[in-house]
């Protein structure tokens, strides 16, 4: 009988550029900075259904990780759409449809409120805005189409799941299946528009392509400024463990932590796949590089093979280290997770949302690398979990229960 092959072994890699410890430079302010970032935390904040995600306390995981606290983020619940993304592709398309409101009809862009109350519908509805998606992004453009009053073309590729290609045509999306991966839905993503006259609203930024996916990560600034707010009266954190892809929310996630406490920042570590993993190949080499040959991983949302140019630019002088996961690391943290560890509590956490998870875990049990990041009894970890189960019937074939069991056993805790 045929053998599975052993778990990849996770790999580390210091970047000597994000180790300096120095205040967030003038010059990346370029690429994200505190008032705009600002500026989308008070959009987004006044729209209807808006709520902090909760910040869950671990102390299960935290003494089997042996640091003294983890703080895990929980996009689980964010818009009722199941992740972070919804705070970064819709605010894009909100600013990208008031600029062209407001150029259109020779006024001064119009508010959200306006937008929504369907008084410039004429216009909004001859826009037509696309993207390229592994499920969560394209749902959250998707949605900010639907309620700001666009058309929207979504590009999937051949292996996103019909659960997530679902999920997006409920909010009203035409959705293309393209074949190839991620990077080539990208591809034909920004081919079409270009033929047709649409706008790409895309998470990752190219040479030439650059305010739309800016855009979107300080949507994403968001997610981390509330959790900071939160820990706001205790010791701050001293590492942070981030999600990789093509690296927009790990560079939102460093950016903010840089601005809230400067040239004592915490350690940031980017984890991605083993078999995705452009941002770790990017850093040995010192420059970015595009990944060729299978990138599909079960962390969907983060089987990206090229980085984003604006993420790097930050990560490249922000993130201290670049770890890599298997797939069957990431499987045993849902479910981990999903039973909680020594009375924690039980969290619906997605294949993409346990990366950092998976990373902890894995550095724990190797007490070099442990030793390596500083991993010990006064680390104080936050994490980042950026989806609940937005593929319903890959997470519970993954946990061996749906998400409604998991939070059944969570209130019967």
Not at 35 to 53: D, H, K, L, Q, V
Not at 208 to 215: L, M, V
Not at 289 to 305: H, K, P, Q
Request: hydrophobic share 45%.
């Amino acid at each position: 009988m045929p053998t599975e092959p052993p778990a990849a072994e996770p790999r580390l890699h210091r970047n000597p550029r994000g180790a300096a410890r120095t205040p967030y430079p003038g010059w990346l302010r370029a690429t994200l900075d505190e008032a705009s970032a600002a500026a989308a935390r008070a959009e987004i904040e006044s729209w209807p259904g808006y709520a902090p995600t909760p910040l869950v306390r671990l102390p299960g995981l935290a003494a089997r990780a042996g640091v003294a606290s983890v703080a895990y983020k929980d996009e689980g619940g964010r818009f009722g759409l199941g992740s972070f993304k919804a705070l970064g592709g819709a605010y894009a398309v909100l600013r990208h449809v008031s600029v062209e409101v407001g150029r259109r009809a020779g006024i001064a862009p119009p508010s959200a409120a306006d937008l929504l109350s369907g008084r410039h519908r004429a216009i909004t509805e001859s826009l037509t805005v696309a993207c390229a998606t592994d499920g969560n992004h394209g749902r959250s453009v998707a949605w900010g189409a639907q309620i700001f009053g666009c058309r929207c073309v979504i590009y999937v590729h051949e292996t996103v799941s019909p659960g997530r290609e679902a999920a997006i045509a409920r909010y009203g999306a035409e959705v293309v299946r393209n074949p190839g991966n991620y990077d080539e839905a990208v591809r034909r993503a920004a081919r079409d528009a270009a033929a047709n006259g649409w706008t790409v609203v895309s998470d990752t930024s190219w040479e030439g392509y650059a305010d739309i996916p800016r855009d979107v990560m300080h949507g994403y600034c968001l997610m981390a400024d509330e959790a900071l707010r939160e820990l706001a009266s205790e010791p701050p954190p001293t590492h942070v463990l981030v999600q990789g892809g093509v690296g927009g929310v790990a560079a939102a996630a460093c950016a903010t932590t840089w601005w809230a406490y400067g040239a004592d920042r915490p350690q940031i570590v980017v984890v991605e796949p083993e078999r995705a993993a452009c941002l770790f190949e990017s850093a040995r080499a010192g420059e970015r590089v595009a990944l060729t040959g299978d990138i599909e991983t079960v962390m969907a949302g983060l089987s990206c093979g090229e980085t984003s140019l604006l993420a790097w630019q930050v990560l490249v002088d922000g993130a201290e280290w670049f770890m890599t996961v298997s797939d069957d690391a990431a499987m045993a943290a849902m479910r981990l997770m999903a039973d909680g560890v020594a009375g924690d509590p039980p969290v619906v956490a997605g294949e993409s949302a346990v990366a950092g998870v998976a990373g902890l875990l894995a550095a724990a049990a190797r007490p070099e690398m442990a030793q390596a990041l500083g991993l010990g009894p006064d680390a104080r970890v936050l994490l980042f979990g950026t989806e609940g189960d937005t593929d319903p019937e890959l997470y519970a074939r993954i946990v061996g229960r749906d998400a409604a069991a998991v939070r059944a056993g969570a209130k019967a805790a």
